[in-house]
């Protein structure tokens, strides 16, 4: 638009745009621009009671600064009589035309708000051609007083819109240095309406929720119902001081009171004690000031402006302004496209101000409505409810559920105070199946916190919590699990079985799960196999938590041995849906459909936001899954840093994470670190008596062996693979080291024919791969194998498969593609901040080599550094440049 405006023939430009648009800014360029074409600049801005004061726009800076008062005599402002007299008029824009004359510029910043004897100058000077540009808002002045100039073509107009989409994304991604998800776009567009003023305030408030969170140069949106509070003092609340104390205690009581529609003018005055006669020219003003908008009801222009507007309110105001709406709703009938969920916010907010029983039963029923869906939103409506329920079984009841919440937000610390609150106080009032759910959220809680001494108090029997010699068996053994020591669980399991085998139903549910789970870890998975099979008919809990806890624990369990046929299975067969899932199972589910990019993105969010609230203890065998499918696609860093995590509260089985760290180790060509993490790794779980995740361990050592020509190790592996439990994955990978270290050719049919059964993509290609590698198959497998990670788009792994491909001299399809991929992986890895001789490694070439292929990208691409080039890649800039 700059160039537009310095290309505008009339002697006045007008751009308008609401409040926050960016006029004020784009006044500040073209006062940049200007000045470098040698004109002399004078500017002015407006306020809302019409005086005019001299400005200063900073070269570079765009900031405002009022000039020293000894200037604003020599300035365009009002002369009194003016708009009576156009002789005073003409006269006055001649002194001002003769200071600005020849190459002089004026610029009218808000220049809506200039008073009658103003425009009567600005008119003059128009006829007499002297240049102005003007920022107004729409619909009011200059241009409704100046028709006669526009009808004669003196006045170009021109109107700043909100940000586009794009836009919007773009300006996230500078302010984070982090690529936005696209939600995250449509919520900051639809918080900011796309104002340029408002984005770094919504951006601001959301990350201080923790609603944005950036993992890996990615932001995500979590838990997009929580609320936020904006800064106090933001460009558009300080317009809206700007209006006066009537209209700034209006606006705030409006943040409010603004759905009830028509009755807002009546409530407003007897709510703010605004008297009644003042209150539609408020109303008056904050429409002319963009602030607020009448259609068929009222609405705030920007939600931001309401939520910073709601945040400034005291405690008490919040909760007097709230009841205040919350009766007149209950007595005249609830508005028009009233959102239930911001009535259960002001019910919350009113607390004990209005009739508690109603305010309990409206905010119990919307929580069952959002069933959990919201839980950020019903956390918060089950907080007051607590308050609101009379003492007794009623109060105990809502805790649980409030305390339930908390567990599923991830919020641990909360669940344990919940937890503490409830053996406290309400014990007497819980159900042995509530009692034994409430250890159970404790210890899972305590394990996602990494509270492992708590742990072992409770192992060891030192636990005080109130509960029956069965409840407190299975919550020992619940802990036991939790510090894997699976073994143990079992016998405790075992040896007391005839106490919990005849407790409550969910007492009963934990103690065999826990059992089965405890087994199959240590290599017997019969009981597990009776479990799984009972659970496919129907899940044994009673409760919405139990049933929960049992499915997700089964569906886990098979994703972590790689069963995914029956995990599908499993999840069709019963009531909770995927997006129910937790972000571990879902991103293991995502990574053997070979869902790469979901599967890669759950990974982060998993791990998004954990540093604050502690990490579900479940998630090892996310670690590999994703870990593995990083690696495939070059993503080395990100790899690392999801480890990181894993490390900073290591999981359950965290053994499986040491198979997850040992790929990256291969992925940067440090083959004797992994192969002895390996070794470790087995032996460590051997000590533990754990089998499960072994199978993976072996059969990547067998694999290194066999490359270095150590046939002996390859023998022992295979032997330790022989003797494992044989679990579906194990039986391929065992298939698959017969056919590579023996040559069996009926084990490598038997192996090909399982993998492509089961139908993983990112197995089936290194199976395929290994057995061709290691004599197992025919080389033509290996353009199956290219095929499949090109789905993947596993550009990392695609480039070791084509250096074996010219190996047996199988044809790599698509020239022009591979050069293309080659050149997009190099500069992949090297914005990622890969040392050249990393980069070495994983290309498996030469650092000579590397230096190379980089100076070629370099030239190639026109970016000077990894760091030009980095910031490209970010904002998908060079990607669009391959394309």
């Known amino acids: 638009m700059l160039e537009e405006i310095l290309a505008a023939r009339g002697p006045l430009v007008v751009v308008t745009g609401a409040t926050g648009t960016g006029k004020t800014t784009l006044l500040a360029q073209l006062s940049d621009r200007l000045r470098e074409e040698g004109h002399e600049v004078t500017a002015v801005t407006v306020t809302a009671s019409a005086d005019v004061l001299p400005i200063r726009f900073e070269p570079g800076e765009h900031t405002v600064r009022l000039e020293s008062p000894d200037r604003a005599a020599t300035l365009f402002g009002p002369v009194p009589g003016a708009a009576e007299d156009a002789e005073l008029a003409r006269r006055a824009a001649a002194m001002i035309a003769g200071q600005l004359y020849p190459k002089g510029v004026l610029l009218i910043d808000d220049a809506h708000c200039l008073d009658p004897d103003s425009l009567a100058v600005l008119r003059a000077l128009i006829r007499a051609r002297v240049r102005c540009v003007c920022t107004a808002e729409p619909g009011h002045g200059p241009l409704p007083e100046l028709s006669e100039l526009i009808a004669s073509e003196m006045v170009d107009r021109f109107r700043l819109a ?11 991604t500078r302010m984070l240095t982090a690529k936005p998800e696209p939600a995250l776009v449509d919520r900051v567009r639809e918080i900011s309406r796309g104002l340029p003023a408002a984005l770094q305030d919504t951006v601001d408030a959301m990350r201080a929720n923790g609603s944005i969170q950036v993992v890996d140069r990615r932001a995500y949106l979590m838990r997009p119902h929580t609320h936020f509070a904006p800064a106090a003092e933001t460009q558009l609340l300080r317009a809206i001081r700007a209006l006066g104390d009537d209209c700034w205690t209006a606006a705030k009581a409006l943040s409010v009171l603004i759905p009830l529609g028509p009755r807002v003018p009546n409530l407003l005055a007897t709510s ?21 908008h009448l259609g068929r009801t009222w609405r705030f222009v920007v939600p931001l402006v309401r939520a910073a507007l709601l945040a400034s309110l005291g405690p008490f105001e919040r909760r007097r302004l709230s009841a205040a709406l919350v009766e007149a709703i209950w007595e005249h009938g609830v508005p028009a496209n009233f959102d239930p969920d911001e009535m259960a916010d002001r019910v919350a907010d009113a607390g004990i101000l209005v009739d508690a029983d109603r305010a309990l039963r409206e905010l119990l029923h ?3 409505v959002t069933h959990y869906e919201r839980a950020e939103s019903a956390v918060r409506w089950l907080a007051a409810a607590v308050d609101l329920a009379p003492a007794g079984i009623e109060r105990g009841k809502v805790l649980l559920q409030y305390t339930v919440t908390c567990f599923l937000l991830g919020e641990y610390d909360q669940t344990l105070t919940g937890v503490q609150r409830i053996l406290a106080e309400h014990v007497a009032h819980l159900s042995p ?4 759910e409430v250890h159970e959220l404790a210890t899972r809680s305590l394990r996602a916190l990494g509270e492992h001494e708590a742990l072992r108090e409770i192992a060891a029997g030192d636990c005080r919590w109130p509960g029956t010699p069965a409840q407190l068996s299975v919550t020992r053994a619940l802990a036991m699990g939790h510090l894997d020591r699976w073994q143990e669980a079992a016998d405790l399991l075992r040896t007391t079985e005839s106490e919990w085998r005849s407790a409550s139903p969910a007492t009963v549910m934990l103690g065999e799960l826990t059992w089965a789970l405890a087994e199959l870890w240590t290599g017997k998975p019969e009981r597990f196999e009776r479990r799984l099979t009972a659970a496919q008919l129907e899940l044994s809990g009673k409760t919405q938590m139990s049933r929960r806890t049992e499915f997700e624990g089964l569906l886990t369990a098979l994703l972590t041995i790689g069963d995914v046929g029956r995990a599908e299975r499993l999840l069709a067969a019963h009531e909770f849906t995927e997006n129910q899932l937790p972000l571990y199972c879902r991103s293991m589910l995502a990574a053997t ?3 790469a990019t979901e599967a890669v993105d759950f990974a982060r969010r998993s791990i998004a936001g954990t540093e604050e609230h502690g990490r579900e203890a479940r998630a090892a065998g996310m670690y590999v899954s994703a870990v593995w499918m990083l690696v495939a696609r070059g993503e080395l860093i990100t790899a690392q840093q999801l480890l990181a995590a894993a490390r900073a509260t290591p999981p359950i089985l965290g053994h499986l994470v040491e198979v997850a760290e040992a790929l990256v180790e291969r992925a940067f060509g440090d083959e004797e670190a992994a192969r002895l993490r390996l070794f470790r790794c087995a032996s460590e779980t051997s000590e533990a008596q754990l089998t499960v995740g072994l199978e993976l361990v072996w059969s990547e050592l067998i694999d290194m062996a066999l490359a270095r020509g150590d046939r002996a190790e390859a023998e022992q592996g295979l032997a330790a693979l022989e003797r494992l439990p044989q679990t579906e994955r194990t039986r391929l990978l065992t298939l698959l080291a017969r056919a590579m270290v023996d040559k069996d ?20 290609a290194l199976v395929l791969q290994r057995l061709v590698h290691h004599g197992g198959a025919e080389p033509r497998l290996l353009s199956d194998a290219y095929e499949l990670l090109g789905s993947l788009d596993a550009v990392l ?11 047996h001299g199988v044809k790599v399809p698509g020239r022009k593609e591979t050069v293309a991929e080659n050149e997009r992986l190099l500069a992949m890895l090297a914005a990622a901040g890969l040392t050249n001789k990393q980069l070495a490694a994983a290309l498996r070439t030469s650092e000579k080599s590397v230096e190379g292929r980089l100076s070629r990208l370099f030239l ?14 970010l904002n998908g800039e060079y990607l669009s440049e391959c394309a």
């Open 860 to 873: 190639h691409t026109g970016y000077r550094s990894r760091i030009e080039l980095s910031t490209a890649i």
């Open 162 to 172: 909100p940000l586009s989409r794009g836009a919007v994304a773009h300006e996230i």
């Open 433 to 436: 199946d509530a009692l034994q």
């Open 745 to 764: 050719e009926d084990a490598a049919r038997e192996c090909e024919k399982l993998a492509r059964e089961r139908a993983q993509p990112l197995e089936l």
């Open 366 to 368: 919307q929580v069952q």
């Open 272 to 292: 703010t004690g605004i008297p009644q006669d003042q209150v539609a020219g408020i109303l008056g003003r904050l429409r002319r000031a963009g602030v607020v």
């Open 593 to 595: 459909r070979g869902h």
């Open 797 to 807: 792994y695609r480039a070791w498969a084509r250096n074996l491909m010219r190996e």
